[in-house]
């Protein structure tokens, strides 16, 4: 019969021995699906237990290296299966931690010290697995959106892969900065939205649709999607399509007005108490079986077939211009592209009129313009299909004619677009190997990255207060790069200038305490927000060491510093002191440390 994913694993301490565990048609005979055992380096085989949970998403098997007949075998929501029989029998370990293990090593030399990496990070067990240590010092956080408040310090909101929805505070009152004491869950689920209706209340969605209101101040909340049972199809109706992150947004306009979307787009006036569709099918209702998979059809009886996402031609991203409540635009990740400019009574489909776009591409991004009436920006993500190419387009017409671009970027895929909030010009972009600016409104693209590594960034927004921009990475977790105004300020003759001094934004003396604690390495801890007056200057190449002088109203030198001195943007930080009366003749400075992105 047909077989599928194999899991291999061989014996340390005799070679002989070889476990696998096969996914294979239960109904395909002779060969049935579970653990193998060969005793003679695989010339025969032996089907010892039927056991294979989720082969499409699993199938991993360890033996311990002293002890053949240990096996471990992944694939249990609760924690891990361990045989002590060689793998007839197996028993479900509860491991108390995060289950959705998918990978395991096992200590050669002391086999009672196990790690596993799963879809909640890394946990290690020091007696074979009878208690384990959950890591909490790993910042690998894979978020799928985030979205911030106007609190101070603000909020910081989104959904992780399989690890619920979580806040954490953009700095902490403590000098050793942000830690994982001071985030809170706020979902369950795989985390996917969560859309501020204001500073105290929250929409929390996890995947498919499934949507609460939440109270950030007493933590009371109430179910308000996917839509409620009277507004679901009948008996006899096709079921509505959800896209695994559904859209979710908040009205600019107005709160109480929530929009989500299947294959069709609702809207709640009432805080999403109730709903009503306000479009037709918005997707090119494409039939997935008759989709094909590696040259053919995916037959009925294939091997894990449809796991993990049943859903296809439904909704990916819905978008309301700010300058206009009636005007939406909904993308969907068959690569349909549709409008209204009078609230869902008319549609028109825009996807014909993009050249350029290969047909059926993931639309991962719209943004309707606050500067224009007919400005919109859509970003396609292309790797569903094996398209590695970036895909940024524009329109200043209602979506009538598009342009790409995307000229410096990367060929990888783009997921999210933003507007700067008071400059038109500056776009960023979320791609998936990191994040890219543009200063002319996409006509070039560069690489913002700095200290950031090469990561999917699948969401960012701006906190306008703070003037940050925020990033949701997918792999690890969020960075702010605070005091993101002097981007904004860039211009062509600030870059063709002898140097530059942006702006010194308003600071204020904060002494925060050190507090009195011994962490060791057990946590992570992220800084805080640059303290005192942030100073950033551009600098051309081949410029010297730079001095920075401080004056006070009169005109006085109180302090002196020394900044860096590399060619383009720079950043230090003045912790509003005087200089020392101690005078050595040196020019003072303060570390960068506390000047960098985050």
Request: hydrophobic share 35%; net charge negative; glycine share 12%.
């Amino acid at each position: 019969g047909e077989k599928g994913r194999i899991g291999l694993a061989i014996s340390s301490s005799d070679s002989r021995t070889v476990c696998a565990v096969v996914e294979s048609d239960p109904l395909g005979l002779p060969i049935s699906p579970g653990v193998f055992r060969s005793l003679n380096r695989g010339e025969t085989w032996e089907h010892l237990s039927s056991l294979n949970p989720r082969p499409m998403y699993y199938s991993r098997i360890y033996l311990d290296p002293k002890d053949a007949n240990r096996v471990y075998l992944m694939g249990s929501n609760r924690g891990l299966w361990i045989s002590d029989d060689g793998g007839r029998g197996f028993r479900e370990v509860f491991s108390n931690v995060h289950g959705e293990d998918h990978v395991m090593w096992v200590d050669p030399e002391n086999t009672n010290r196990l790690i596993v990496g799963g879809d909640g990070g890394v946990s290690i067990s020091y007696d074979r697995g009878l208690t384990w240590l959950f890591r909490i010092n790993l910042p690998i956080g894979q978020f799928y959106d985030i979205a911030v408040n106007n609190r101070d310090p603000y909020l910081i909101c989104g959904g992780l892969q399989d690890n619920g929805n979580w806040c954490t505070p953009s700095a902490s009152k403590m000098a050793y900065g942000i830690s994982f004491q001071d985030a809170f869950n706020i979902g369950g689920g795989d985390g996917m939205q969560s859309v501020f209706e204001d500073d105290h209340t929250v929409l929390v969605s996890s995947q498919n649709g499934a949507t609460v209101r939440l109270d950030l101040d007493n933590m009371e909340r109430q179910t308000i999607g996917t839509v409620q049972l009277a507004e679901r199809p009948q008996p006899g109706q096709p079921p509505y399509r959800w896209y695994w992150t559904t859209p979710l947004i908040v009205s600019t306009f107005n709160p109480n007005t929530v929009y989500t979307g299947a294959n069709i787009l609702f809207r709640s006036d009432d805080r999403g108490v109730s709903w009503r569709a306000v479009s037709p099918d918005l997707t090119a209702n494409i039939d997935r079986e008759a989709l094909q998979m590696m040259g053919g059809l995916v037959p009925l009886r294939a091997l894990s077939r449809h796991d993990g996402q049943i859903n296809f031609s439904a909704l990916t991203v819905i978008a309301e211009s700010p300058l206009d409540r009636n005007l939406l635009y909904t993308g969907a990740d068959d690569g349909t592209l549709q409008m209204t400019r009078d609230g869902g009574r008319n549609w028109t489909n825009l996807t014909a009129g993009i050249g350029g776009l290969p047909p059926g591409l993931n639309i991962s991004g719209i943004v309707a313009s606050k500067y224009a009436a007919g400005r919109v920006y859509v970003t396609v993500d292309g790797h569903f299909n094996d398209d590695y190419r970036p895909y940024i387009f524009v329109s200043e017409d209602y979506g009538k004619t598009w342009r790409g671009i995307v000229t410096g970027l990367p060929p990888t895929s783009v997921h999210r677009i933003r507007e700067h909030p008071a400059n038109p010009n500056l776009l960023v972009a979320g791609l998936e190997t990191g994040v890219y600016a543009s200063f002319d409104r996409g006509a070039h693209w560069t690489n913002l990255g700095t200290n950031l590594p090469p990561v999917p960034v699948y969401d960012l927004v701006y906190q306008e207060r703070d003037n940050a921009l925020v990033l949701g990475t997918h792999g690890r977790g969020i960075w702010i790069l605070d005091h993101a105004g002097p981007l904004s300020q860039i211009t062509p003759d600030v870059l063709g200038g002898a140097g530059f001094l942006f702006p010194v934004p308003p600071a204020h003396y904060q002494n925060i305490y050190s507090g009195q604690y011994w962490f060791g390495a057990g946590e992570f801890f992220a800084p805080n927000p640059p303290s005192g007056a942030v100073i950033t200057y551009f600098l051309p190449a081949g410029a010297d060491e730079l001095r920075i002088d401080i004056a006070d109203a009169a005109g006085r030198t109180i302090r002196t510093l020394r900044g860096p001195s590399q060619p383009g943007i720079n950043r230090t930080c003045w912790d509003l002191r005087r200089a020392s009366p101690l005078d050595n003749g040196l020019p003072q400075q303060i570390g960068r440390a506390s000047c960098r992105e985050r």
